[in-house]
């Protein structure tokens, strides 16, 4: 049986989803192969959550938001798994927001380089950076190929929104002086710990409520946004969703 076959009511219909379109970035060069090890590795911890958002993140994609809008140049750096679970969800942001899309890979090839930004474009992606040889830099506190940034994107940004990182490149980041917002399943995560802002939660459900918490926060003054801000605790939203994880809650 295809997953074309599948009826919506399956109970795991939503987790064999995102298992289809990982699978099927795969085919298209989106998805590296190690793409799927770490789709799978991620379910577990949503299995743990309960495959629901928690109260937590829900105060993490606020206080996300916030940052994003009092920030000059957010940008959203964009992997194989983030753009075949989320397109759509990834040029809703770039429409509401004042926020740029960077391709950023681990296993940068020009293949898939290209695989994304036609796939990123079919989605409604305006403008994709991290594409142009001319426009490339490099983070210095790196090593290996995600330490390549576009001048114009993360180069510059004061913000970087980093779904489905990996933990070097998201300490580098705040080594160079810039927020980060983080989602990740593991709330005990190197990129987990080290964000500004962490949002403990499915990329499939945190992208959705951040365009919704964007599109709220937007309607607040800047007095407001700042005050989400300096009543944020990221320490204490990491403690409650471990707790979540291990099922004291």
């Not at 994609?61 to 990834?90: F, H, K, M, T, W």
């Not at 509401?96 to 960077?102: Q, T």
């Not at 300490?171 to 964000?195: C, F, H, Q, Y």
Request: net charge positive; with cysteine.
């Amino acid at each position: 049986m295809s997953f074309k076959d599948l009826p919506p009511s399956h109970p795991r219909y939503h987790s064999l989803l995102m298992r289809h379109l990982i699978t099927e970035g795969g085919k298209k060069s989106i998805v590296a192969e190690s793409g799927l090890i770490a789709h799978g590795r991620g379910e577990a911890f949503d299995y743990l959550l309960g495959e629901e958002t928690k109260p937590f993140a829900l105060k993490a994609a606020e206080a996300a938001a916030a940052l994003i809008l009092e920030s000059e140049r957010p940008i959203l750096s964009v992997n194989g798994n983030a753009a075949a679970l989320c397109p759509d969800e990834i040029a809703e942001i770039e429409r509401i927001s004042p926020v740029a899309v960077e391709i950023n890979l681990f296993y940068r090839t020009p293949k898939r380089e290209r695989a994304i930004l036609k796939h990123l474009k079919k989605h409604g992606v305006k403008t994709v950076l991290g594409v142009k040889k001319s426009d490339t830099l490099r983070l210095s506190s790196l090593d290996h190929a995600r330490r390549i940034v576009d001048r114009n994107g993360i180069a510059a940004a004061d913000t970087v929104i980093v779904p489905l990182e990996d933990g070097d490149r998201a300490e580098a980041l705040v080594r160079e002086g810039k927020k980060t917002v983080v989602i990740d399943l593991n709330p005990l995560s190197r990129t987990a710990v080290s964000g500004t802002v962490t949002i403990v939660d499915n990329i499939t459900r945190a992208l959705p409520l951040l365009i919704r918490k964007l599109k709220e926060t937007a309607a607040l003054s800047e007095e407001e946004r700042r005050k989400i801000l300096d009543e944020y605790d990221n320490t204490a939203i990491l403690k409650e969703a471990e707790k979540a994880v291990r099922g004291i809650l």
